[in-house]
């Protein structure tokens, strides 16, 4: 069921595609929006002119291949670890929630938390900056006093997706929590 | 309720038998360890189970029957079937595989012979029940043996570390380790597919080395406890000797060396994964520190690098000098043009010029014997590069001995008008410290005493300047010899506590140190129940750092920059080596 016309909290648009793998088993993938050439080309440029204009005062030619080496590492470091290509959120009924989040250079960052430590699936609301967003969050349970919430995860950081997105990802979570 | 079957993947492909494993208590979850192939006798079955349980601590049963079709034995379902009167069970799990296809099915039976399907076929559909769900995940079982969940575990009793069913998992896989022991080709009455090691790597030097290592450790103990007799020996417990040796890096790098020999070449054996971890990072950084240092002693003994290094030593301290004498001249005329006290100033430029020329001479009564010096001293590296680090720190707190005396004079000079000053001021407006509150407390001096203390005040206030320049300037002298010190402390306790055998297991066996599990969704075919494939998530390389650090001093807080920047202002002493008196205090 993707669905392109939905879009994260800025009017991007993002992709959201369910995949039911049996009763017991859903998984949820949010993609953000891809890399663009545009704001590439845009701050390789600046750096770049910025460079030449150095270069013009300073008449070093080291001053260009560090703006170059700059450029390339930066890209590097931005695409390995900040730019987030898609989300997951794989829900297993009765063994638990996998988040997964895969960067732009291929990187996955997974984490796994049991059902035995998952109190709850939420729709949380927060002050963000000057307005007011909504997020899924995973309540997590306190060893010591199982009736206390010890933290609080937010899911989908990345790519924030909208109310309605939101709530049809909580439904199929609390449709399979329901089950176990 | 779902039931979890935890499946090693090596048996996916197994002939059809018994499911040997157990069931975990309370999570409705089974861990299937092995298969037991068909030509069986049930009650060798059940004597071999007995035996391997009075081995480990785990609870292995006959779970269930698994059945892979094969050409000529058609009738072996139904005898799989009819196992299940044989050996005793609360659930009896029947798996089986069809031919062209990658899932397998799963059946469960219940003890009074009620017929659950998890799956529904034609004309059976009658008995489906919708309560009982299957998930099957496949495991791979030498991982998972193998592997450390973290944080680690150890000390916490057993009751609590059940309730998580993937800890549960991975202790009895890990638990289970005497099943695995039998190989394929063994003749026995008993046949088993598991995990099977093919082979250890150069697993007779590992064995000799073992051995060997036995009394190469009773002897290093004994080397130690006569170490650490002539350590405590009274001539040096007297207090200046103390005192200088707790300050010289050299002697705490060699207590830090001891102890981490001491725990190394004990002949106990680590039980505990943490005690094994840190045994081995101790001996792998140990060993790394000798190959440096003796790389270091090659490079230096060669073409005569210490006789080079030698003769340019006498020059720079003299050049130093020279610069240190000008800086004075400068400062004892009108340093940036400001105005200072011209009397105070005189004598405060002819008490340090005398110090530089008393320190010149030294080192020139010290030149002959530098390079002598210098070759013994470089030896000290054979018994690490940490040792030649320290021995260098030390060198050149001896050598920057001159900058730390004005350095001393100039903060207490400062400290001294900074405690009056601010006494003063309080007594300027009729207040005072009261020792007993620790408080201000308001106080009516007499005239004269208000006469004295405003005049002592003026003077002190005009002097200032004179005294904070010089100050300032042996202040900045001082902070570079103790960032170079600094840093050299920091490659030293780096050296001492970066963990490079947990830093090579994550990077060369990832497995072994795992943060948690994922899972994938393995193949999804109508008529079979869910099939996950459970992967070991290896643990994040800065949480590697944080469980296995050796601690050193450094690990413990030490001054932050605004404590460190108030002592400056108020002219408190600053030493490199303040975080460690902290530590004892």
Same mark, same amino acid.
């Given at each position: 069921m993707a669905d392109d016309s939905l879009t994260d909290i800025y009017g991007n648009r993002i992709g959201v595609a369910c995949r039911c793998h049996s009763d017991l088993c859903r998984?949820?993938?949010? !993609?953000?929006? =891809?890399?663009?050439?545009?704001?590439?080309? $845009? /701050?390789?440029?600046? &750096?770049?002119?910025?460079?030449?204009?150095?270069?013009?005062?300073?008449?070093?030619?080291?001053?260009?291949?560090?703006?170059?080496?700059?450029?390339?590492?930066?890209?590097?470091?931005?695409?390995?670890?900040?730019?987030?290509?898609?989300?997951?959120?794989?829900?297993?009924?009765?063994?638990?929630?996998?988040?997964?989040?895969?960067?732009?250079?291929?990187?996955?960052?997974?984490?796994?938390?049991?059902? !035995?430590?998952? =109190?709850?699936?939420?729709?949380?609301?927060? $002050? /963000?900056?000057?307005? &007011?967003?909504?997020?899924?969050?995973?309540?997590?349970?306190?060893?010591?006093?199982?009736?206390?919430?010890?933290?609080?995860?937010?899911?989908?950081?990345?790519?924030?997706?909208?109310?309605?997105c939101l709530i049809e990802v909580y439904k199929t979570c609390q449709e399979i929590l329901a089950q176990s | 309720m779902v039931l979890k079957i935890f499946f090693p993947q090596c048996c996916t492909t197994a002939d059809s038998g018994l499911l040997v494993g157990c069931w975990i208590p309370d999570q409705d979850s089974a861990v299937v360890l092995a298969v037991v192939h068909y030509p069986f006798i049930p009650g060798q079955v059940k004597r071999y189970l007995t035996e391997i349980r009075s081995q480990t601590d785990v609870d292995l049963t006959v779970l269930g029957s698994w059945s892979m079709p094969k050409e000529g034995q058609e009738g072996m379902d139904s005898f799989l079937k009819d196992l299940s009167t044989i050996f005793p069970h609360s659930r009896w799990l029947q798996l089986s595989r069809e031919i062209g296809k990658r899932g397998f099915t799963c059946q469960v039976v219940r003890k009074g012979g009620m017929f659950l399907k998890e799956q529904a076929k034609e004309g059976e559909g009658s008995v489906r029940d919708e309560n009982e769900k299957v998930i099957i995940v496949h495991y791979d079982q030498r991982k998972v043996m193998l592997s450390q969940l973290h944080p680690v575990q150890e000390g916490v009793s057993h009751s609590k570390m059940e309730q998580s069913a993937l800890r549960a998992v991975f202790h009895t896989v890990a638990q289970s380790h005497p099943l695995f022991f039998i190989d394929k080709y063994d003749d026995g009455p008993l046949k088993l597919t598991h995990w099977q090691s093919e082979g250890r790597e150069a697993s007779i030097i590992a064995e000799l080395v073992k051995q060997g290592s036995v009394p190469v450790c009773k002897l290093l103990t004994w080397m130690l406890s006569l170490w650490s007799w002539l350590g405590s020996i009274r001539l040096l417990n007297v207090p200046p000797v103390r005192f200088i040796s707790s300050k010289l890096s050299t002697c705490v790098q060699l207590g830090y060396r001891t102890e981490?020999?001491?725990?190394?070449?004990?002949?106990?054996?680590?039980?505990?994964?943490?005690?094994?971890?840190?045994?081995?990072?101790?001996?792998v950084s140990f060993l790394l520190d000798m190959a440096l240092g003796l790389l270091l002693i090659a490079w230096l003994y060669r073409e005569n690098r210490i006789g080079k290094l030698a003769s340019t030593l006498v020059p720079v301290a003299d050049h130093v000098a020279k610069e240190l004498r000008e800086l004075l001249e400068w400062l004892m005329g009108a340093p940036a043009g400001l105005k200072m006290n011209r009397a105070l100033d005189q004598v405060l430029g002819r008490f340090f010029i005398y110090h530089?020329?008393?320190?010149?001479?030294?080192?020139?009564?010290?030149?002959?014997?530098?390079?002598?010096?210098?070759w013994y001293v470089g030896l000290s590296a054979c018994l690490g590069l940490t040792f030649a680090l320290s021995v260098l720190s030390d060198m050149v707190a001896l050598l920057t001995f001159h900058i730390y005396c004005f350095y001393v004079y100039g903060a207490r000079l400062y400290c001294l008008k900074i405690y009056g000053l601010s006494s003063l001021w309080r007594l300027f407006r009729g207040k005072k410290w009261n020792v007993l509150r620790q408080r201000v407390d308001s106080c009516s001096y007499d005239m004269d005493q208000l006469f004295i203390g405003t005049l002592l005040f003026t003077i002190?206030?005009?002097?200032?300047?004179?005294?904070?320049?010089?100050?300032?300037?042996?202040?900045?002298?001082?902070?570079?010899?103790?960032?170079?010190?600094?840093?050299?402390?920091?490659?030293?306790?780096?050296?001492?506590?970066?963990?490079?055998?947990?830093?090579?297991?994550?990077?060369?066996?990832?497995y072994r140190l795992a943060e948690g599990v994922k899972f994938r969704v393995l193949c999804e075919e109508e008529g079979t129940p869910l099939h996950l494939m459970m992967e070991i998530n290896p643990i994040k390389v800065s949480a590697v750092l944080q469980y296995y650090r050796t601690p050193t001093y450094s690990c413990y807080p030490r001054d932050s920059w605004m404590a460190l920047c108030k002592k400056l202002f108020v002219g408190e002493l600053i030493y490199p080596w303040k975080h460690k008196t902290t530590k004892t205090d």
């Open positions: 998984e949820v993938t949010v !993609s953000g929006p =891809k890399l663009s050439l545009r704001s590439v080309l $845009v /701050y390789t440029c600046g &750096v770049w002119l910025l460079a030449y204009a150095a270069f013009c005062c300073t008449e070093n030619t080291a001053v260009l291949s560090c703006a170059i080496i700059l450029t390339l590492v930066g890209l590097m470091v931005y695409i390995h670890f900040f730019k987030v290509d898609h989300e997951s959120l794989l829900i297993i009924g009765s063994l638990g929630v996998q988040l997964s989040s895969s960067y732009a250079s291929g990187r996955e960052c997974t984490s796994f938390i049991e059902m !035995s430590k998952i =109190k709850d699936v939420v729709i949380n609301e927060a $002050v /963000y900056m000057h307005r &007011v967003i909504y997020y899924l969050c995973i309540l997590i349970k306190d060893p010591a006093d199982p009736h206390a919430v010890s933290s609080v995860l937010p899911l989908f950081q990345s790519s924030k997706p909208r109310l309605k | 981490h020999l001491q725990t190394v070449s004990s002949t106990r054996k680590a039980t505990e994964h943490m005690e094994f971890m840190r045994k081995a990072n101790i001996f530089i020329h008393l320190w010149i001479s030294y080192i020139h009564l010290m030149s002959p014997f530098i390079e002598m010096i210098l002190l206030l005009f002097l200032l300047p004179t005294t904070a320049l010089y100050y300032l300037v042996f202040t900045l002298l001082r902070l570079v010899v103790v960032l170079f010190q600094g840093l050299i402390h920091l490659a030293v306790d780096l050296l001492n506590s970066f963990p490079l055998f947990a830093m090579g297991l994550r990077v060369c066996r990832p």
